[in-house]
């Protein structure tokens, strides 16, 4: 059974750092492309980060470039968000998911129970 | 102000059939295969539809997708009380280089 678990969150200042992580299982972890997508507390879905099977290619949504970092351990099956100067916006629960590409359009197949940020003074 | 724009509630009685749009343009949908999610209330989203129409194993057949230019939907039929949810189309942006969601519809089952 594929099994995605985000921790990490937390309550923490702006401008401040938090890192993520999300263990996954019941999967070849390595061979599959990885996201992390938020949704803001009553608002809809927002991807943030992809990263390849081997972390050789990453993509990130323009408002959170140079600030988040997408990274992942294939031989500890994990997949982390380090991010920095972090803003009231970014307060949202922090969702880890896999990408199928083996179906078109590269949805994301399975997802974590998602982790809170929630960023404040 | 999301990219892809679905209306923000929709509604419908047991048993009938509704459909939910999802509007874009040639960047996204127009050029791009739409997938939709479904999430339940307070849980993660669902894969529900992939590639515009094709529907992972073990979602139901009530549930459909469609595409014609730069719009997309989502028909449900035999509308059940669980399928109450906020579902929510997304598709790949050749402009922004990124991924991009609908606003969400909340569906509300009579």
């Known amino acids: 059974e594929v099994q995605l678990v985000e921790s990490g969150g937390g309550l923490v200042q702006p401008g401040g750092s938090l890192g993520l992580s999300c263990a996954a299982s019941?999967?070849?972890?390595?061979?599959?492309?990885m996201s992390w997508v938020r949704q803001a507390p009553g608002k809809g879905l927002e991807w943030v980060a992809n990263?390849?099977?081997?972390?050789?290619?990453?993509h990130y949504v323009d408002s959170v470039k140079g600030r988040f970092t997408i990274s992942r351990d294939n031989a500890k099956n994990s997949l982390y968000l380090r991010m920095n100067s972090l803003r009231p916006e970014d307060t949202a629960v922090y969702y880890c998911?896999?990408?199928?590409?083996?179906?078109?359009?590269?949805?994301?197949?399975?997802w974590g129970q998602g982790t809170l940020v929630t960023v404040s003074s | 102000q999301s990219v892809l724009t679905q209306p923000p509630s929709a509604s419908g009685t047991p048993g009938q059939r509704v459909t939910i749009s999802c509007s874009g343009s040639?960047?996204?949908?127009?050029?791009?295969?739409v997938n939709w999610y479904q999430q339940l209330p307070g849980t993660a989203p669902k894969l529900l539809i992939y590639?515009?129409?094709q529907r992972p194993s073990g979602v139901p057949d009530r549930f459909s997708g469609s595409k014609s230019g730069t719009s997309a939907s989502l028909a449900i039929s035999g509308l059940q009380s669980e399928d109450e949810a906020d579902y929510y189309c997304?598709?790949?942006?050749?402009?922004?280089?990124?991924?991009?969601f609908g606003g969400g519809t909340k569906l509300t089952v009579l």
């Open positions: 590639s515009d129409n």
């Open positions: 997304a598709a790949w942006d050749d402009s922004l280089r990124g991924r991009v």
């Open positions: 998911a896999r990408i199928e590409t083996a179906y078109g359009g590269h949805p994301w197949d399975y």
């Open positions: 040639s960047s996204n949908i127009g050029g791009n295969v």
């Open positions: 019941g999967f070849t972890f390595r061979s599959y492309w």
């Open positions: 990263i390849k099977e081997d972390g050789s290619e990453k």
